[in-house]
């Protein structure tokens, strides 16, 4: 057992991985990160796909966050599974989809420095 208790938790993923923006960024400006351009392409359109799904569940999130401070029981079942999802996401991301909003632009800054498309 980890002496830090749930502090070596924080920043991680619902695999445990963390968050590694920062070390790409670093690892591309310093030359140790060279990926093929073709290569690098596939990778941003993969992380921008991903970013966009990201942010899509967040806004879904915020939604339902606001949608449970003002129904009442008289809603409609597509808002009410708008709400669940929404909750049910929220629980399993434990709040890694913040950290992604913040972590995914670094990651395709990395790959386009490391496919040379500055």
């Known amino acids: 057992m980890r002496s830090d208790g749930d502090k070596a938790r924080a920043g991680q993923g619902v ?7 920062d070390v790409l960024l670093r690892l591309a400006r310093e030359g140790w990160l ?15 796909w991903t970013l966009k799904v990201v942010r899509a569940r967040v806004r879904r999130a915020e939604l339902s966050r606001r949608l449970r401070d003002v129904v009442d029981c008289d809603v409609d079942p597509a808002v ?21 909003l913040v972590e995914l632009p670094k990651y395709i800054e990395a790959f386009r420095i490391a496919g040379g498309r500055r």
């Open 15 to 21: 695999t445990g991985e963390r968050f590694a923006g």
């Open 34 to 48: 060279v990926v093929p351009p073709d290569q690098a392409s596939r990778v941003i359109a993969d992380l921008e």
């Open 80 to 100: 009410d599974r708008l709400v669940v999802d929404a909750a049910f996401a929220g629980q399993v991301a434990s709040g890694t989809w913040e950290q992604a």
